[in-house]
């Protein structure tokens, strides 16, 4: 029988939609008619209305996308004779009456071959169909016949589907889509590890680490949906304008329940409405980068740790205890045998002051034994809540706080010399020190870098609740205090760490994965490197590329496996009075096309740039250090040290002198330049007024575009 024509097979696939849309309306009425308050009480009616609440968000049809995206003809090896059926993959699943499915979720195991089945290894899948889609309608399908690869349209490892290739390109506004129909197979390997296994994944810009990080926390709630909706996700990025770029893309995917913080939100308790008082900490200071630099050291973590338990006295008097006519005494050598023992338990200060009440009871009831009385337990934990018992555990084991610990050793020289011993060198210690001490905990204006010590003196006290998983973008920025926090929200899960060596802009970052995931607490990790660039194309990455040597010698260079190799242009203008007129064309050209356009500059240049912009009357955007545009701009306006994370379909980049020079250092400059080049997915224009740094200034434009595939429509 000859194959359908296109219209024909279309037609068939907008059919098989629309019934899938149909019943998804029907499975959400019938979710939606259910009655929680018939539970057996309200605390399971409660729990259950919860539960059908969620249900009804993740049947919420999206017109603007499409149920499915792709197809596959499966045949089930465990079936006695061949049994051909297709399988549609799609973001969430969809039955009919009778429950047989008519879409699968992409996060089932058996949508796996959808992603990584080949010709040299099919996998039981004879065909496979991706569909080409526009404001949720099926415009166009592309076959794979993995039995027969020569009648297919894409060579297996290289990326020359035209429908992958124009998902990928197709310009975009707003926050950061799902790649759930673009995943890779070496993506999704690393989307479906073990929720035991901790991945460490070292991507080039537009690998599309960030999406595999976000797409790994949606298989997994889906997958360990019991385990891990008890014990919590985080996602944890370098800025607040990532976080709102990303926002959408784990609703897209039905998962609403996944936790966002910056590490300064985090480690503060702003991200959290549940942190206890004592850990909340209000940011209101600064400190100079060689002063951040030493709080990050991970040499904190002992000082700390010794100046927590500081706190715990060295018994000098009987501890006396009156009980009916007697009073039972026990000495002090013996409360300083318990002490010391508490010391060594490897519990925290406030869990061993909690159990020194009951040692110092129990102390008693064995005098009381030895006289004759038969106590029980009742007795002993009326001698622990006891009046005496209490006045001298608050005496010798005060009840404290991280901010009291932190405020004393910043405070006090002699405090910190006690505790530093051989970690820290008066120099360090002097350093350390504030110049005009506040006079109390409260009134402290703690800096970012004081998060960290705050949380490990935190932690000390008491120990941090745990989470299931920890998705950790832009890791290698972080100081090894920040790790320690990191890791002590997965100290009994696992972890999914993101990051690029060669993208690494703070003077605190440890240098290595082996370093970060050592300070993480998870030495035993996988590690994948991600070198396939999906979204950056080959003009930019190749340009990009030339800063590596001087930036992370020994990483080898990312290569796009795009076809359009994109456009990559330079403009030169004469003098800095020229800049942003020169700027304000290139952004002109930039948003004649469809999609985004971000601007890049440092501060300063940014301000000038506005006024051009307002003066051209263009309508514009401006990303903040610590905040994002609530409404969306074709252009937007981006400081260089809050492009990380970000993509645009089009950028200029402005001055890369001045991005260069503007950090600390020639080879932090460096890599942040590194960052800001490799923002675009289609093209990039250079406008400069001085000279480029010599790794560039000698490159050459690369050739345009070839042909794109051609879609059978």
Same mark, same amino acid.
């Given at each position: 029988?000859?194959?359908?024509?296109?219209?024909?097979?279309?037609?068939?696939?907008?059919?098989?939609?629309?019934?899938?849309?149909?019943?998804?309306?029907?499975?959400?009425?019938?979710?939606?008619?259910?009655?929680?308050?018939?539970?057996?009480?309200?605390?399971?009616?409660?729990?259950?209305?919860?539960?059908?609440?969620?249900?009804?968000?993740?049947?919420?049809?999206?017109?603007?996308?499409?149920?499915?995206?792709?197809?596959?003809?499966?045949?089930?090896?465990?079936?006695?004779?061949?049994?051909?059926?297709?399988?549609?993959?799609?973001?969430?699943?969809?039955?009919?009456?009778?429950?047989?499915?008519?879409?699968?979720?992409?996060?089932?195991?058996?949508?796996?071959?959808?992603?990584?089945?080949?010709?040299?290894?099919?996998?039981?899948?004879?065909?496979?169909?991706?569909?080409?889609?526009?404001?949720?309608?099926?415009?166009?399908?592309?076959?794979?016949?993995?039995?027969?690869?020569?009648?297919?349209?894409?060579?297996?490892?290289?990326?020359?589907?035209?429908?992958?290739?124009?998902?990928?390109?197709?310009?975009?506004?707003?926050?950061?889509?799902?790649?759930?129909?673009?995943?890779?197979?070496?993506?999704?390997?690393?989307?479906?590890?073990?929720? @035991?296994?901790? *991945?460490?994944?070292?991507?080039?810009? !537009?690998?599309?680490?960030? #999406?595999?990080?976000? =797409? &790994? $926390?949606? +298989?997994?709630?889906?997958?360990?949906?019991?385990?891990?909706?008890?014990?919590?996700?985080?996602?944890?990025?370098?800025?607040?304008?990532?976080?709102?770029?990303?926002?959408?893309?784990?609703?897209?995917?039905?998962?609403?329940?996944?936790?966002?913080?910056?590490?300064?939100?985090?480690?503060?308790?702003?991200?959290?409405?549940?942190?206890?008082?004592?850990?909340?900490?209000?940011?209101?200071? @600064?400190?100079? *980068?060689?002063?951040?630099?030493?709080? !990050?050291?991970?040499?904190? #973590?002992?000082?700390? =740790? &010794? $100046?927590? +338990?500081?706190?715990?006295?060295?018994?000098?008097?009987?501890?006396?205890?009156?009980?009916?006519?007697?009073?039972?005494?026990?000495a002090a050598y013996e409360v300083a045998e318990i002490v010391d023992e508490l010391r060594t338990r490897g519990v925290r200060y406030e869990a061993a002051r909690a159990?020194?009440?009951?040692?110092?009871?129990?102390?008693?009831?064995?005098?009381?034994?030895?006289?004759?009385?038969?106590?029980?337990?009742? *007795?002993?934990?009326?001698?622990?809540?006891?009046?005496?018992?209490? #006045?001298?555990?608050?005496?010798?084991?005060?009840?404290?706080?991280?901010?009291?610990?932190?405020?004393?050793?910043?405070?006090?020289?002699?405090?910190?010399?006690?505790?530093?011993?051989?970690?820290?060198?008066?120099?360090?210690?002097?350093?350390?020190?504030?110049?005009?001490?506040?006079?109390?905990?409260?009134?402290?204006?703690?800096?970012?870098?004081?998060?960290?010590?705050?949380?490990?003196?935190?932690?000390?006290?008491?120990?941090?609740?745990?989470?299931?998983?920890?998705?950790?973008?832009?890791?290698?920025?972080?100081?090894?205090?920040?790790?320690?926090?990191?890791?002590?929200?997965?100290?009994?899960?696992?972890?999914?760490?993101?990051?690029?060596?060669?993208?690494?802009?703070?003077?605190?970052?440890?240098?290595?994965?082996?370093?970060?995931?050592?300070?993480?607490?998870?030495?035993?990790?996988?590690?994948?490197?991600?070198?396939?660039?999906?979204?950056?194309?080959?003009?930019?990455?190749?340009?990009?590329?030339?800063?590596?040597?001087?930036?992370?010698?020994?990483?080898?260079?990312?290569?796009?496996?795009?076809?359009?190799?994109?456009?990559?242009?330079?403009?030169?203008?004469?003098?800095?009075?020229?800049?942003?007129?020169?700027?304000?064309?290139?952004?002109?050209?930039?948003?004649?096309?469809?999609?985004?356009?971000?601007?890049?500059?440092?501060?300063?240049?940014?301000?000038?740039?506005?006024?051009?912009?307002?003066?051209?009357?263009?309508?514009?955007?401006?990303?903040?250090?610590?905040?994002?545009?609530?409404?969306?701009?074709?252009?937007?306006?981006?400081?260089?040290?809050?492009?990380?994370?970000?993509?645009?379909?089009?950028?200029?980049?402005?001055?890369?002198?001045?991005?260069?020079?503007?950090?600390?250092?020639?080879?932090?400059?460096?890599?942040?330049?590194?960052?800001?080049?490799?923002?675009?997915?289609?093209?990039?224009?250079?406008?400069?007024?001085?000279?480029?740094?010599?790794?560039?200034?000698?490159?050459?434009?690369?050739?345009?575009?070839?042909?794109?595939?051609?879609?059978?429509?």
């Open positions: 029988m000859p194959a359908p024509t296109s219209d024909a097979v279309l037609t068939h696939e907008r059919e098989h939609l629309a019934r899938a849309r149909a019943n998804l309306a029907r499975m959400r009425e019938a979710t939606l008619a259910l009655d929680a308050s018939k539970a057996s009480d309200a605390v399971s009616g409660e729990a259950l209305g919860a539960t059908l609440a969620r249900r009804v968000a993740a049947l919420t049809d999206d017109p603007s996308t499409t149920l499915f995206f792709g197809r596959i003809d499966y045949t089930d090896p465990t079936q006695a004779t061949a049994h051909e059926e297709q399988l549609y993959v799609g973001r969430r699943h969809v039955s009919d009456e009778d429950g047989d499915p008519l879409v699968i979720d992409w996060r089932t195991p058996v949508s796996t071959a959808f992603y990584r089945a080949s010709p040299a290894e099919p996998m039981g899948v004879s065909l496979r169909r991706r569909f080409g889609v526009e404001r949720g309608e099926l415009t166009a399908y592309e076959d794979e016949h993995l039995s027969h690869p020569d009648e297919g349209d894409r060579v297996d490892g290289d990326l020359r589907s035209a429908i992958l290739a124009e998902e990928i390109e197709r310009p975009r506004s707003g926050p950061m889509r799902d790649i759930v129909s673009t995943i890779q197979p070496e993506q999704d390997a690393l989307v479906r590890a073990d929720v @035991t296994t901790t *991945v460490c994944i070292q991507g080039a810009p !537009g690998t599309g680490k960030t #999406a595999v990080g976000l =797409h &790994r $926390a949606a +298989w997994l709630l889906y997958t360990f949906r019991a385990r891990l909706d008890r014990a919590g996700v985080l996602v944890v990025g370098p800025n607040a304008a990532f976080l709102d770029h990303i926002s959408a893309v784990l609703p897209s995917l039905g998962e609403a329940r996944v936790r966002h913080a910056t590490i300064a939100t985090l480690l503060s308790g702003d991200a959290d409405p549940e942190t206890p008082k004592e850990r909340r900490w209000v940011v209101r200071g @600064t400190d100079d *980068v060689a002063v951040a630099v030493l709080k !990050g050291d991970a040499r904190w #973590a002992p000082v700390i =740790h &010794r $100046a927590v +338990w500081a706190h715990a006295g060295e018994p000098t008097e009987a501890l006396v205890v009156p009980r009916g006519s007697r009073r039972w005494r026990v159990m020194l009440a009951q040692r110092l009871a129990h102390a008693v009831m064995v005098k009381l034994e030895a006289s004759g009385d038969s106590p029980d337990d009742r *007795v002993q934990d009326a001698i622990a809540r006891s009046a005496p018992v209490k #006045a001298y555990i608050k005496a010798l084991w005060p009840k404290i706080d991280a901010a009291g610990v932190v405020h004393r050793l910043l405070s006090d020289a002699d405090f910190l010399t006690e505790c530093a011993r051989e970690d820290l060198d008066a120099n360090e210690q002097a350093l350390a020190l504030w110049a005009k001490p506040p006079r109390a905990k409260g009134s402290a204006r703690w800096s970012v870098a004081d998060l960290g010590l705050l949380d490990e003196a935190a932690d000390a006290i008491e120990r941090t609740t745990s989470l299931g998983h920890v998705i950790v973008d832009e890791a290698q920025d972080l100081s090894a205090m920040q790790l320690r926090a990191v890791g002590r929200r997965c100290s009994t899960g696992s972890a999914t760490v993101l990051g690029d060596i060669a993208q690494a802009t703070t003077p605190w970052a440890p240098g290595s994965w082996d370093a970060s995931m050592g300070h993480l607490g998870k030495p035993e990790f996988h590690l994948e490197e991600l070198r396939q660039g999906f979204r950056v194309p080959a003009a930019v990455i190749e340009y990009a590329a030339l800063l590596l040597p001087t930036i992370a010698t020994g990483l080898a260079s990312p290569e796009s496996v795009r076809s359009n190799r994109g456009r990559l242009e330079h403009l030169k203008v004469d003098g800095v009075q020229a800049l942003p007129a020169g700027t304000l064309d290139a952004i002109r050209s930039a948003a004649n096309e469809p999609g985004s356009v971000g601007v890049i500059a440092v501060g300063s240049t940014l301000d000038a740039l506005e006024s051009a912009l307002r003066d051209a009357g263009l309508a514009y955007g401006r990303l903040g250090s610590d905040h994002g545009d609530a409404e969306d701009h074709q252009i937007e306006l981006v400081p260089s040290d809050v492009a990380k994370g970000l993509e645009f379909d089009r950028v200029v980049v402005v001055e890369p002198a001045d991005i260069v020079a503007a950090e600390a250092d020639e080879l932090t400059g460096l890599r942040r330049l590194y960052v800001v080049l490799t923002r675009a997915v289609s093209a990039l224009t250079i406008v400069h007024a001085q000279g480029l740094p010599p790794q560039l200034s000698s490159s050459a434009e690369p050739a345009g575009e070839p042909a794109r595939p051609v879609l059978r429509r």
